[in-house]
């Protein structure tokens, strides 16, 4: 069964997004072999318009560029986005330039990556970039046979590129790059990390939440640089929600529903509503629904009042809550700001504000 497009926008699952096509494929195409690897000449920016930020016409000896490629649908995407601006405010002073650049598709338009770009860009503080054609794409993603993002290429102070992965690996990558000491046998431990991230989350599957929550900390404590990975929250507060430790759950949420308000995060609020209005054994759990309603009002006021996500997960955060009038209200406001995938995947969800409603109503003659 398809999962809702709804939850996976702001899911911040490990895996990059790699579209919104979810129709099985036979036999798929052979994947090409990559024609841009480590220490080739990166290719031009080619951009129609530069949102934020200088236009980078080319890549200046001497200065490091970390080359993101983003889209408005992608979760993970956004997840990601407010350790990237603590990464180019870190950075900034070392000669490091952010480029968050997206290329338009279907479902990412130019007025949508500049809503975004002009709401949560100067509080970002990098550089932003949309083409609306797929040239630059091609030339860095395709050619280095990349098809998820988000996905990051690292180009070094001679113009060439250092690294080809996931962002979420830049606190190990950019310090030896910036100090030139990156080598090719260097990603060799990125794999290695990688395999480490997986195994951690492959624990989650296990029945005792306390094994995942045991291999997250041996995680932790091995790579401390990549401790605040944001895609961790999520599974570390589901852990903690199943084996019922209330208190500790809440500590938790309120803690990331301020750190959220504090850096701007909107996807940080909503994996806390997420976890708290989808999760079973939230759900079960009455008193949670007041830090589930908190943490989803902190996630609208930072998105906006027509951003349908934050709607949505407001509107069964208020349903929980009890005030199904309200809900009702809310998940008609998600679904008239949704379109595309989203927003039949959400009508489908508040379907059942109404049909439990009615349910109600039968029960009470």
């Keep these: 069964m398809r999962k809702l497009f709804a939850l996976a926008v702001l899911t911040g699952l490990i895996a990059p997004a790699s579209g919104q096509d979810t129709k099985p494929k036979a036999d798929p195409p052979k994947k090409p072999e990559a024609t841009l690897k480590f220490g080739d000449k990166a290719p031009p920016v080619k951009a129609t318009k530069w949102l934020q930020g200088a236009e980078v016409k080319e890549f200046a000896a001497g200065k490091t560029y970390v080359m993101e490629f983003w889209a408005t649908w992608c979760g993970p995407c956004i997840v990601m986005m407010p350790h990237m601006g603590e990464l180019q405010s870190q950075y900034k002073d070392k000669g490091v330039t952010f480029i968050g650049f997206s290329a338009k598709d279907p479902n990412n338009t130019l007025e949508k990556v500049q809503a975004l770009v002009e709401k949560r860009g100067p509080k970002l503080g990098y550089t932003f970039a949309f083409a609306d054609n797929r040239e630059t794409y091609d030339d860095w993603m395709k050619a280095a046979g990349q098809g998820g993002i988000p996905c990051c290429f690292v180009v070094d102070k001679a113009g060439k590129i250092a690294y080809i992965g996931h962002p979420m690996y830049l606190d190990v990558v950019l310090p030896k790059v910036v100090d030139g000491k990156w080598t090719e046998a260097d990603l060799a431990g990125i794999k290695t990390i990688e395999e480490e991230v997986n195994a951690v989350f492959k624990a989650t599957g296990d029945k005792d939440p306390e094994v995942f ?97 934050a709607l949505f997960f407001l509107a069964e955060a208020t349903f929980l809550s009890g005030d199904k009038a309200k809900a009702k209200e809310l998940g008609a406001k998600a679904v008239a700001n949704a379109d595309g995938p989203l927003k039949s995947d959400i009508e489908t969800r508040v379907k059942r504000y109404e049909d439990e409603k009615k349910e109600e109503k039968k029960q009470e003659k």
Excluded: C, Q, W
């Design 213 to 309: 929550l045991k291999a997250l900390r041996d995680f932790e404590t091995k790579h401390p640089e990549l401790a605040a990975i944001p895609y961790f929250h999520s599974a570390r507060l589901g852990s903690l929600v199943k084996m019922k430790k209330t208190d500790e759950v809440k500590k938790v949420s309120e803690a990331l529903i301020a750190k959220a308000l504090k850096a701007d995060d909107v996807g940080l609020a909503n994996t806390v509503t997420r976890t708290l209005v989808l999760f079973p054994d939230a759900v079960a759990n009455k008193d949670l629904y007041p830090t589930a309603l908190k943490s989803a009002e902190a996630g609208l006021k930072l998105a906006g009042e027509k951003d349908p996500v």
